[in-house]
């Protein structure tokens, strides 16, 4: 089975990612996942888990707000939920 993201050059970066044990940390969960949903789990090996942050076309960010040109205000900043929190 082909992964859903070959034609992309996927790599995930945390806070986790300078520490050893974070990113072998990270590669078990996702393994983890991936067989939740079918998928074998060692293609998590097709993954990067680099020590520091990428350059990057496109990132996925679950705490981050988008820049449009415009610094938002600090009433803007103090009111940002993530995903997880906006219910």
Do not use: C
Request: proline content about 9%; glycine content about 4%.
């Amino acid at each position: 089975m082909a992964p859903r993201y070959l034609d992309f050059n996927v790599q995930i970066y945390s806070s986790r990612s300078r520490y050893f044990g974070g990113r072998r940390a990270m590669k078990k969960w996702l393994a983890r996942e991936f067989e939740k949903i079918g998928d074998p789990p060692q293609l998590v090996e097709l993954i990067k888990f680099p020590r520091m942050k990428p350059p990057a076309f496109l990132q996925i960010d679950d705490r981050a707000l988008t820049f449009r040109g415009v610094f938002p205000t600090v009433a803007e900043m103090k009111a940002f939920k993530p995903w997880n929190h906006n219910k």
